[in-house]
C-alpha cells in the first residue's frame, strides 16, 4: 500500500496496466443481503457487487459444499431417527396386544384404545423434542467455541422460531414412523384374551408413510433450504427400499432351495430365514437403511475433505506476477529458476471487449443480471496459446493440435450465458480495432486454482499483434520473502500480488470446517450403530421363543449359539450388501446433480462393509439372544 501522492512516481500505470476500485462492507447479515438489494439496481455498466462465494470462488465453494453437509447430515440423523423409531414401535405395539385385549374386554372401543397410546407418545414426544432442543442448543454452542477464531465475537442466539421448527420436526417424524404399528392396536380383537396366537390385521400404512414423508420433505426443506438434495436422498431411498424389498423376498425365498444341500446347522439358520419372510424383511429394510444413511455421511465427508485437501497444497503458487513486458518475461523466468522457484506458464493478457455474437449486439443476446451481462459491459483479459491449461477440461468442440489463426475457445459458465455454440463467431473491440473469431471449444475451468485462468483462449496469431503484457504465478516458500523486493527492484513495473495470507485463511477456515463435519460424522455413526443394536433387538422375541423350544428338546448351547450367529450374521451381509449398492446410487446423484463433485464406485466398502455388518449385527443377535444359553427355559418364558 502506498501514498497515492506518489503513485505517479512509481511509474506502474503503464500501458495495458488494469485498475481497479474496491468498497467493502460488513454487518449483520440481513442488513448485508438488504443493502445490497437496494444497491444493485443502481450499479453502472462496469460495477458490481460480489460476495464471498463470487469473489473468493475457492472459499465459498468450501462454504457451500460443508453447508450442504450439513443438510446432508440432518437428513441422514431424520432418516435414522425413523428407522429406530419404526422398529421400537413395532416391538413395543406387539407386546402390548395382550393388555390392549383385555382394555377391550373392559368395553373399550378402537378409537379410545389408539387414543389413549397416541396421547402418551405426544407426551414422550414433547418431552424428548425439548430434551433435544437443549442437547441441540449445547452442541452449538460447543461448535461455536471451537470455530470462535474464525466467528465474530457476537453470534446471533437460537430464537424462539429454530426451538418450534426442532419440536415439531421430533412431532412429525415420531408419529409419522410410529403411527403405522400403533394402528394395530386399534384391531386388537379382545379375543385375543383367550387364543394367545390371535394377531390383529396389519393396517395399510403407506397412506400414513406416504403422508409422514411428504410433510418430512416440506420441513426439512425449510431447514436445509435445499430441496433437491433433500428430494434426491428421501425419493432414491424410498424407491431402493421397495426395489430391495422385493429382492430380498426373493433371495430370502431361494434360502429355502439350499436345505437339502448344508449340514444340520446351516439348516436350521436358513429355515429361521425362510420361515419368518415378512419380519426378515423388515429387518433387512431398517439395516440397509441404517447403513445407508452411516455410508452416505461417511463417504461424503472423506469426498468432501479429500478435495478440500487438494486445494491446501503446501506448494500451491502464493504469488502472482501481474503487468510482466515482453522484454522482460525471459529474464524474469531465468532468475526465479536460479533460486530454485517453479514458475507457471507465462500468459499474454490483452485487454478486449466482446461486442458482437454472429454479427449481433451482445446486448441484444444476454439477460440483465447474468453473468454474460457483466462481462460485456467491462474489458476481459485474453490471452493466446498453442494448448490449454492442465486444469481446463474441453467439453465441447476440439482443441485442435495445431490452432490455425481466428480461432477461441470459452470457458463453459460464460458460453452458456452468453448462449455461445462450437462454431460460433464472437466479435472483440481491443483498442480501436475489431477482430473477429470463431469458437472451436468449450472449456470447464477450475477457478480454484492459484494459477491464472482466462475466459476467452485465442489461438496463436489471432491478437499477438496487440499490446500485452505478461502473467504468471509461483510458490514461494516464507524463507526466501526477502527476494520480493528484489524483483520489485529489478522490474518496477511488474505487480506482485502476494496472496499467501488469503490462501492461510482458507486453509484455516477449511481445516475448522473439517473439524465440525467431523463431530457430525461421529454423531451420526453413534446414532446408526446405536439403531442397528435397536433393531436386533426387536426380533429377539420370537428367536428366544423358538431358542427355548429347542432347548426343552434337548438341543446343546453351543448348537444355539451357532445357529443364531448364522441367521445373524446372513441377516447382516444381505443387509450390508443392498446398503453399499443403494448407498453408490444415492452418492452418483448427490454427487452429479447437487456436491458436484466427480464420483468412483467404491469397492472397497462393497467389500468391508458386508463383511462388518455381518460381524456386528451376528455379535448383536448372539448377546441379545444369550438368555437363551445362560438361563433356564422356564426362567426365559417367564420373563416373556
Not at 401 to 420: D, F, N
Not at 539 to 566: E, P
Not at 612 to 637: D, E, H, K, Y
Request: proline share 3%.
Amino acid at each position: 500500500m502506498i501514498n497515492s501522492q506518489d503513485l505517479a512516481a512509481t511509474k506502474i500505470l503503464q500501458p495495458g496496466s488494469h485498475v481497479h476500485h474496491f468498497y467493502q462492507f460488513a454487518g449483520d447479515e440481513s442488513s448485508i443481503l438488504s443493502f445490497k438489494h437496494w444497491l444493485e439496481p443502481q450499479l453502472s455498466a462496469s460495477q458490481r457487487i460480489v460476495d464471498v462465494y463470487e469473489d473468493r470462488p475457492k472459499l465459498g465453494s468450501a462454504l457451500e459444499k460443508a453447508e450442504r453437509y450439513l443438510g446432508l447430515s440432518s437428513i441422514v440423523v431424520i432418516l435414522i431417527s425413523g428407522v429406530a423409531i419404526a422398529m421400537a414401535t413395532r416391538r413395543y405395539s406387539e407386546r402390548h396386544f395382550n393388555s390392549t385385549a383385555i382394555l377391550r374386554c373392559l368395553g373399550y372401543r378402537q378409537n379410545a384404545v389408539l387414543q389413549l397410546f397416541l396421547w402418551q407418545f405426544l407426551f414422550i414426544g414433547l418431552i424428548a423434542s425439548a430434551i433435544g432442543c437443549l442437547l441441540g442448543w449445547i452442541t452449538q454452542e460447543f461448535l461455536l467455541y471451537t470455530l470462535r477464531e474464525l466467528l465474530p465475537a457476537k453470534i446471533a442466539a437460537p430464537g424462539i422460531l429454530a426451538v418450534l421448527l426442532g419440536i415439531m420436526m421430533g412431532i412429525v417424524v415420531l408419529f409419522g414412523f410410529a403411527l403405522p404399528p400403533l394402528l394395530r392396536l386399534k384391531q386388537v380383537s379382545p379375543l385375543r384374551i383367550l387364543r394367545r396366537d390371535l394377531e390383529p390385521l396389519p393396517s395399510s400404512a403407506w397412506l400414513v408413510y406416504g403422508l409422514a414423508l411428504i410433510l418430512l420433505c416440506i420441513l426439512i426443506t425449510q431447514y436445509t433450504e435445499d430441496m433437491r438434495m433433500t428430494l434426491s436422498i428421501i425419493g432414491a431411498s424410498a424407491l431402493s427400499l421397495l426395489m430391495i424389498g422385493g429382492l430380498v423376498y426373493l433371495i430370502l425365498g431361494a434360502s429355502r432351495y439350499l436345505l437339502a444341500h448344508v449340514n444340520l446347522t446351516w439348516r436350521f439358520g436358513l429355515q429361521g430365514l425362510s420361515k419368518n419372510r415378512h419380519a426378515n424383511i423388515v429387518q433387512i429394510l431398517a439395516f440397509s437403511l441404517t447403513l445407508l444413511a452411516i455410508i452416505l455421511s461417511f463417504t461424503v465427508r472423506s469426498d468432501l475433505i479429500n478435495d478440500w485437501q487438494k486445494q491446501l497444497a503446501d506448494d500451491a503458487p502464493n504469488h502472482f506476477a501481474l503487468n510482466v513486458f515482453a522484454d522482460q518475461k525471459d529474464r524474469l523466468q531465468l532468475e526465479l529458476k536460479q533460486q530454485g522457484i517453479n514458475v507457471s506458464y507465462f500468459y499474454p493478457v490483452v485487454r478486449g471487449r466482446l461486442v458482437e455474437i454472429n454479427a449481433m449486439p451482445v446486448q441484444q443476446v444476454v439477460t440483465k443480471e447474468s453473468q454474460g451481462e457483466r462481462a460485456i459491459h467491462r474489458d476481459l483479459s485474453l490471452t493466446w496459446a498453442q494448448n490449454y491449461a492442465e486444469d481446463n477440461k474441453i467439453i465441447a468442440g476440439e482443441w485442435q493440435a495445431q490452432r490455425k489463426p481466428g480461432l477461441v475457445s470459452i470457458e463453459q459458465k460464460l458460453a452458456k450465458s452468453l448462449k455461445v455454440k462450437v462454431g460460433d463467431t464472437l466479435t472483440f473491440s481491443i483498442g480501436s480495432q475489431q477482430i473477429n473469431a470463431q469458437v472451436d471449444s468449450i472449456r470447464k475451468v477450475d477457478w480454484d486454482t492459484m494459477k491464472p485462468n482466462f475466459y476467452m483462449m485465442f489461438s496463436p496469431g489471432s491478437i499477438d499483434q496487440f499490446a500485452h503484457t505478461y502473467i504468471t504465478s509461483f510458490y514461494l516458500p516464507a524463507e526466501k520473502k526477502d527476494l520480493l523486493n528484489q524483483l520489485v527492484k529489478h522490474y518496477p513495473a511488474m505487480t506482485v500480488l502476494d496472496v499467501e495470507l488469503l490462501l492461510q485463511q482458507i486453509n484455516r477456515i477449511l481445516t475448522q470446517l473439517t473439524a465440525a463435519i467431523n463431530y457430525l460424522l461421529y454423531f451420526s455413526l453413534l446414532a446408526g450403530f446405536m439403531v442397528l443394536f435397536a433393531a436386533v433387538q426387536t426380533s429377539l422375541d420370537s428367536r428366544i421363543y423358538s431358542g427355548v423350544l429347542m432347548r426343552t428338546l434337548g438341543a446343546k448351547r453351543s448348537f444355539l449359539q451357532k445357529i443364531q450367529w448364522i441367521e445373524f450374521s446372513i441377516l447382516g451381509f444381505i443387509a450390508g450388501t443392498l446398503a453399499v449398492l443403494m448407498a453408490q446410487l444415492v452418492i452418483y446423484g448427490l454427487y452429479h446433480w447437487v456436491l458436484k463433485l466427480d464420483f468412483t464406485f467404491n469397492l472397497e466398502l462393497l467389500i468391508i462393509i458386508p463383511i462388518v455388518s455381518a460381524l456386528f449385527i451376528g455379535f448383536a443377535g448372539v448377546w441379545g439372544t444369550r438368555s437363551v444359553v445362560n438361563q433356564s427355559p422356564m426362567r426365559v418364558l417367564r420373563e416373556l
